[in-house]
């Protein structure tokens, strides 16, 4: 259901918003995004233009268990990866556009205005999940991708800080590109405020890693990746789990990825393992069906038994 209430975008000056008896909280810059339109938020529709906004835009997470405020790094819908349970519809091969970080810190700081001192917490987002829970780098690619990055990193670690909010920043990820100095230190800076990274690790055998993922694969510089992230900052995996030509993951596959975190698990928090709570937009969508739910928990016990580490699901 969509909200019939669309609001004015633009930049905002000073007295524009003393006028209007609006009050600024931001320290460090004179205008700000407003959003746009005003949408009833879904588990099922992580749209990416909720708000109207270019870099941010709200969701309800599953995982995170309420309202995630995405930042969305790649909004030309490029990425690195293929993964064939993509939600970004026109997904292409590439790289991020340069980002213009003073936009990004005026709508983050617009739009955490709208939920903490607004009512759009009432206007689009149901009763029980009426919980501010992130910020979470995420959006139509890979974040890393991004030279600015670490910038980004910064400019939300200043806005939390000028709004006093204490709030998780997340990175969602598939870990390819932390052997690059530059995300390193911005993973680096997030772990610093709280943060967090959820890796992505959806099979561990390179022919499935392939099919899966559209990448060649390579278990051993996942495994490096992912060592190296969690001296970095709290790091949990995260896995879709799934059927394919409607069958489930082989018992070769499920050992494969045990064995790759066993010798890692000591420096996880964990892993969320989640199913198809949304379609695919990518050609491979027809070949896709969610696992039943006492599938998912059977791995996940088994997960558990192997490597010691907890196990979320979310089916």
């Not at 990866?81 to 556009?97: F, H, K, N």
């Not at 998780?168 to 052997?179: A, E, K, V, Y």
Request: hydrophobic share 40%; glycine share 10%; proline share 6%.
């Amino acid at each position: 259901m969509q909200v019939a209430i669309r609001a004015v975008w633009g930049m905002v000056t000073d007295i524009e918003r003393q006028t209007a008896g609006d009050v600024h909280v931001g320290k460090t810059s004179t205008s700000r995004a407003q959003i746009i339109q005003w949408v009833m938020l879904r588990t099922d529709d992580h749209s990416r233009d909720s708000a109207g906004l270019r870099y941010v835009y709200p969701v309800i997470s599953r995982r995170a268990g309420g309202v995630s405020v995405g930042i969305n790094l790649n909004p030309n819908n490029a990425c690195n990866w293929a993964c064939v349970y993509c939600q970004v519809e026109g997904l292409t091969r590439g790289g991020p556009p340069p980002i213009d970080l003073d936009l990004l810190e005026q709508e983050l700081s617009g739009f955490l205005e709208a939920v903490l001192h607004g009512d759009f917490m009432q206007r689009c987002v149901p009763l029980e999940a009426q919980r501010l829970m992130d910020i979470a780098f995420s959006g139509n690619g890979e974040p890393t991708s991004s030279p600015e990055f670490p910038g980004a990193v910064a400019r939300v670690a200043r806005v939390l800080s000028n709004f006093s909010l204490n709030l998780p920043p997340r990175l969602i990820t598939n870990g390819s590109l932390l052997h690059r100095s530059d995300v390193q230190s911005g993973i680096r800076h997030l772990g610093s405020l709280g943060g967090e990274v959820w890796f992505k690790l959806d099979r561990a055998g390179a022919d499935e890693i392939q099919e899966i993922n559209g990448v060649p694969g390579a278990p051993e510089k996942i495994s490096r990746a992912l060592e190296t992230c969690a001296g970095l900052a709290r790091t949990w995996v995260q896995t879709c789990w799934f059927a394919l030509d409607g069958d489930p993951p082989s018992a070769g596959s499920v050992d494969a990825y045990c064995l790759l975190l066993r010798p890692l698990a000591h420096q996880l928090a964990g892993v969320h393992l989640y199913g198809l709570a949304r379609p695919s937009m990518q050609a491979a969508a027809s070949r896709l069906t969610a696992l039943p739910e006492p599938d998912m928990q059977l791995f996940a016990r088994r997960i558990e038994i192997e490597t010691g580490l907890k196990v979320i699901v979310s089916p």
